[in-house]
């Protein structure tokens, strides 16, 4: 299908960082199909990368095309950290953890953003969790040493 070639070619510009390139084929995507979900949550992840959070809105019809698609919380997670909305990025993560519970980067995603907010036991349970989950994440030993430090 012709949409789904866009698709793909949106994501090979995405991860080549050929942004302008990823969000002009992904918007083509759209036109030729108007619910395609991929072509929604990369254009989102393109112009958020850019700096445009109209990106937003792309990553919220995608979730609403498709609620059990995580990486589209996990990413508007991602966007509301970045702009100092934690508790609604805690929520996205809280979602993603429903849809996908061994998730790493939900658990130290959200485990980083209570620590932030000064909740160092729910920090701790989160990071600690991450590293039960996957030995090898790096930063959630840490984000949980220091999350400790903090505490003591």
């Known amino acids: 299908d012709v949409a789904d070639l866009h698709v793909e070619l949106g994501r090979c510009n995405l991860k080549l960082n050929?942004?302008?390139?990823?969000?002009?084929?992904?918007?083509?995507?759209?036109k030729l199909q108007t619910d395609n979900v991929d072509a929604h949550y990369l254009l989102g992840i393109?112009?958020?990368r850019l700096g445009d959070?109209?990106?937003?809105a792309d990553i919220?019809?995608?979730?609403?095309?498709?609620?059990?698609?995580?990486?589209?919380?996990?990413?508007r997670a991602s966007y509301f950290a970045t702009?100092?909305?934690?508790?609604?990025a805690i929520l996205d993560c809280n979602k993603v953890m429903q849809l996908q519970p061994r998730c790493t980067r939900a658990l130290f995603?959200?485990?980083?953003?209570?620590?932030?907010?000064?909740?160092?036991?729910?920090?701790l349970r989160d990071l600690s969790q991450a590293v039960a989950v996957d030995p090898?994440?790096?930063?959630?030993?840490?984000?949980?040493?220091?999350?400790?430090t903090r505490q003591n």
């Open 18 to 30: 050929r942004l302008a390139a990823a969000i002009e084929t992904l918007t083509q995507a759209i």
């Open 46 to 48: 393109s112009r958020l």
């Open 53 to 56: 959070s109209a990106g937003l």
């Open 60 to 75: 919220n019809r995608a979730i609403a095309l498709n609620p059990a698609m995580w990486q589209a919380y996990l990413s």
């Open 83 to 88: 702009v100092g909305r934690f508790p609604k």
């Open 109 to 123: 995603t959200r485990g980083c953003l209570k620590m932030l907010m000064g909740h160092s036991d729910f920090a």
């Open 136 to 148: 090898t994440c790096a930063l959630a030993y840490f984000n949980r040493a220091l999350c400790w």
